[in-house]
């Protein structure tokens, strides 16, 4: 299973941007899907977006049309471009992995902190 780490994470003021990067210690080509979830403070883990080996993705409503995830497999990395960051956006995000169909979700790892304020 490969391991992920997560980084881009930082404070920025509400409207702005940022661009968090998800690094594999092996090759993502063959993995079915990878995914960026968030927790903020006091609230259950949610998933953020998705995206298959296919190159199909998938947004929650309270990102769809402000958020991208991509997926570079010669780079063995995942992106997810964050653009009109709201306060409520604030939150851990953390990168995840299931290898087929048929897997769960991996092991959690650090993630990386955003923290939208002015």
């Known amino acids: 299973q490969v391991q992920l780490v997560e980084s881009g994470g930082g404070l920025v003021q509400p409207g702005g941007s940022l661009r968090l990067s998800c690094a594999a210690s092996?090759?993502?080509?063959?993995?079915?899907?990878m995914a960026w979830y968030r927790q903020a403070p006091g609230k259950q883990r949610e998933l953020v977006a998705h995206i298959t080996s296919g190159g199909s993705t998938g947004y929650a409503d309270s990102v769809k049309g402000r958020f991208t995830i991509s997926r570079d497999n010669a780079k063995n990395t995942v992106y997810l471009q964050m653009n009109g960051l709201k306060p409520e956006d604030t939150a851990i995000y953390y990168c995840?992995?299931?290898?087929?169909?048929?897997?769960?979700?991996?092991?959690w790892g650090q993630g990386t902190q955003v923290t939208v304020s002015s």
């Open positions: 092996g090759s993502i080509f063959s993995i079915y899907a």
């Open positions: 995840n992995a299931r290898a087929t169909a048929f897997d769960s979700w991996g092991p």
